[in-house]
Structure formats: C-alpha cells, structure tokens
Nanobody
C-alpha cells in the first residue's frame, strides 16, 4: 500500500525559509515523477513543483526562483526547499506523483507565513 508522509511545515515570518520532506513508500519510486502541491484556505489544490527520476524539475510561476525540489532515490524521499516565503505561500503542502493519484493524497503539512 502506497503511503506518502509529509513533514517540516510550521509558522515562519515573511522572507523566511522552510524545508519540507516527503517519505514515499512507492516500490517504483526510482522511476516515478514526484511532485509537490498545495492547497490554500478556501482555494483549490494547485501544482507547485515536480522532479523526474533523473532530477529534472519544473515549477509553478508563483514559486520559480524561490523554491527548489530535490529527491533521494536511495531513501525514497522528496524535499522542497522554500526560500523568501510570502504570506500567499500559506497552505497545506502535499507530495504525490505527477500526475497526482487520487489514492495517494496524505495528510499534508501546514505552512503558515505570517508576522
């Protein structure tokens, strides 16, 4: 059974940084494109970033230049380094495959950017 567990969220001031981590129990992780998504209060879930098995990445325009996605195929983990955080980055952050599978959504981790 696939399980994705996100961690690392918290409260941070505008301009601050956080590093999110996702532990994925996917047997084919090494050949799976992985992504991060987020859902802000009152809004639909949206794409944030994805990374291919080889390490190529792509980002939503709203986070480009501030967020960096990485993966460790030996540990089955996907990280999201978030810098220069803004209040509009406040959301619950989820990892999933790309495209996402409805069966894989986990609890997510809450990121709150506020002074």
């Amino acid at each position: 059974q696939v399980q994705l567990v996100e961690s690392g969220g918290g409260l941070v001031q505008p301009g601050g940084s956080l590093r999110l981590s996702c532990a994925a129990s996917i047997s084919a992780f090494r050949i799976t494109v992985m992504g991060w998504y987020r859902q802000a209060p009152g809004k639909q879930r949206e794409f944030v970033a994805y990374i291919t098995p080889a390490g190529s990445s792509n980002y939503a325009d709203s986070v480009k230049g501030r967020f960096t996605i990485s993966r460790d195929n030996a540990k089955n983990t996907v990280d999201l380094r978030m810098n220069t955080l803004k209040p509009e980055d406040t959301a619950v952050y989820y990892c999933n495959t790309r495209p996402p599978s409805s069966n894989y959504w986990g609890q997510g981790t809450l990121v709150t950017v506020s002074s």
